[in-house]
């Protein structure tokens, strides 16, 4: 799949989630302008991504109250390897704090075992010029490419 096929399959994967989700993502800045949370996460992550937001849903049983108690995604990345979720918490309960920290820290240990690129099998590899969870096949493309860039 070539750069513009991936990137078209990731973003349209991170509208569906956006969209089953939508009280998650709005939120609104001092001045009243909506914003969105920043996702940076690649295609592999995207499925447990998606389970954590449904967990989340779940948690604050938001099917019967559509209330998420003032929970708003403010960025999810992955940095160092690992998957990072900030959100804002301004308005939740120190009891439903300390319980969604546990969730996320669930999804955070689980993808470790997952490839960033694609979701299959992986493992964090440090060779590659950046810290990254990578399948076997995703870390050689990625060494092959480092070795074309820069002869190493």
């Known amino acids: 799949m ?3 096929d991936y990137f078209k399959k990731h ?3 991170l509208a569906l989630i956006r969209k089953k989700y939508p009280l998650l993502f709005e939120r609104y800045n ?3 302008r909506k914003m969105m949370a920043e996702i940076s996460i690649d295609f592999g992550w995207l499925p447990y991504f998606d389970s954590l937001c449904q967990e989340i849903y779940d948690f604050f049983n938001v099917w019967d ?3 998420v108690h003032g929970f ?3 960025q999810v990345k992955e940095k160092f390897g690992g998957l ?3 959100y804002d918490s301004k308005k939740i309960s120190e009891k439903d704090r300390i319980e ?3 969730i996320m820290s669930k999804y955070e240990k689980l993808v470790m075992d997952f490839c960033e690129k694609c ?3 992986g493992k964090l590899r440090t060779d590659t010029g950046w810290i990254k969870v990578l399948c076997d096949e995703h870390h050689q493309i990625s060494l092959e490419r480092n070795k074309e860039l820069y002869g190493k």
Do not use: F
């Open 100 to 102: 969604l920290d546990k």
């Open 84 to 86: 990072r979720l900030h």
């Open 65 to 67: 109250t559509n209330n």
């Open 119 to 121: 979701g299959k099998p």
């Open 11 to 13: 973003e349209e994967a």
């Open 30 to 32: 001092w001045n009243g």
């Open 72 to 74: 708003k995604w403010v």
């Open 2 to 4: 070539d750069y513009e």
